[in-house]
């Protein structure tokens, strides 16, 4: 519910750029940068907000995160210039959302759940791609009440359900309950390094025997190359799926469909993603680098349609958009935390991954940026489908480079 509410506002920017260029007569792109500067903070923003969940905890971390957030939506709902848009998006709503959001609910997960780790981030990660499914309901909330109203409903929203659930429920390891990761009896203890935890579902063999007893943290991560690949990856992932999703309504009304056809799309774009997300047990089962291929071939499929679209405008290229990059989306992000959490995992993981989502946050907001940026130069969304698609290739080779296989080997189920 936390990340269904912090990510529905963050990523509903599609939804209501439309609203803000019409009205204040700016250019695509020049809109477009709004997101972008928001974005790039959002990705700075990963690294405060990791230590923040190491070291304060989500009790104490979410409610403030909340409350920025919903400063952001107040601000936004009173913005006439460009600048109010900037604090908004990017002081407010991008600390708000990271805080709230994927780093620290990583860092949560990987403290809770060891076996079945990917299908465990599958599942809590669904609010990340549930909001495109609040798409449609703020579109018709934004046509009952005006897109400035509509901020002030989702500020308060967050105000009165999220602070109090985040306060009273959160917790940041088992250990804090009396308990063990992955429901084990209090007297339960971590099998030896080295040793296959043989006939349980998920187990992991290891690998690299130096790997896992390596009390990893920032600094000692830093000289690794596993860590530099993991950026990578990060970085042109941000860029391929920031130059699509973004311009996606814009895209679709341009072809002549409705502003709630083009939602729509977007919303069911969301619907696939949640299978996406409870797909995540197949990085247990077949390995994280086979399953990440997948993900990228779906993402490669996603751009492709849009680009037939642009010169086809048939509906049903828009239906196969969403299915892959929904379920592409989807998979991608609990198979790519799961494989960093099985190499850096441990007491430091907020902080390790808060810094490398960075690269995500400036590749998302590079990508935002371009694909207005080329549409302004070109007056088509055509040549940004096609720069995607060798960073979706990029991606899927710096994940076998990464190779988490080489440290801990995912045991199939039988």
């Not at 992991?204 to 830093?222: A, C, D, F, V, Y």
């Not at 989807?330 to 960075?358: E, V």
Request: with cysteine; hydrophobic share 50%; net charge positive.
């Amino acid at each position: 519910m936390t990340t269904t509410a912090a990510y529905g506002i963050w990523w509903s920017f599609p939804v209501y750029y439309v609203n803000i260029f019409n009205e204040f007569g700016w250019s695509r792109a020049s809109t477009a940068t709004i997101f972008t500067v928001g974005l790039v903070v959002y990705g700075l923003g990963s690294f405060p907000a990791g230590i923040l969940v190491d070291r304060l905890g989500p009790r104490k971390l979410l409610p403030l995160a909340c409350l920025t957030l919903a400063s952001g939506c107040l601000i936004c709902s009173a913005a006439s210039q460009k600048w109010h848009f900037y604090i908004a998006y990017g002081v407010f709503m991008g600390l708000g959302t990271i805080c709230m959001g994927y780093v620290p609910v990583i860092t949560l997960i990987s403290n809770w759940f060891i076996r079945r780790r990917g299908t465990a981030m599958g599942i809590a990660l669904i609010g990340n791609v549930a909001p495109p499914l609040l798409a449609l309901p703020i579109q018709k909330l934004i046509s009952l009440i005006g897109w400035r109203a509509s901020y002030v409903v989702l500020a308060g929203v967050l105000l009165a359900a999220i602070i109090p659930l985040t306060a009273f429920f959160m917790r940041t390891r088992p250990q804090d309950l009396g308990l063990n990761p992955d429901g084990r009896p209090a007297e339960w203890r971590p099998p030896e390094t080295g040793k296959r935890t043989a006939g349980e579902p998920g187990g992991q063999l290891i690998m690299n025997q130096e790997w896992p007893e390596t009390k990893w943290n920032l600094r000692n991560s830093l000289k690794t190359h596993q860590f530099w690949v993991l950026n990578g990856i990060m970085i042109t992932l941000g860029a391929g799926a920031g130059m699509i999703m973004h311009h996606l309504v814009a895209l679709v009304v341009d072809m002549g469909y409705s502003r709630d056809m083009a939602a729509f799309i977007f919303s069911f774009a969301g619907i696939m993603a949640v299978v996406g997300r409870l797909s995540g047990y197949l990085s247990d089962r077949f390995g994280r680098e086979l399953t990440y291929t997948f993900v990228s071939s779906l993402y490669l499929c996603s751009a492709l349609s849009l680009f037939l679209f642009l010169t086809h405008p048939q509906v049903w290229l828009l239906y196969l958009y969403a299915l892959a990059f929904g379920l592409g989306s989807g998979l991608g992000s609990p198979t790519l935390s799961a494989g960093a959490a099985d190499l850096f995992g441990g007491r430091n993981f907020g902080t390790i991954l808060g810094f490398s989502n960075i690269f995500f946050g400036w590749g998302h907001g590079i990508g935002a940026w371009a694909g207005g940026a080329i549409f302004d130069h070109t007056g088509s969304y055509g040549l940004a489908m096609i720069f995607s698609l060798p960073l979706f290739c990029l991606m899927c080779f710096l994940f076998w480079v990464l190779g988490p296989r080489k440290v801990r080997r995912i045991i199939t189920p039988r």
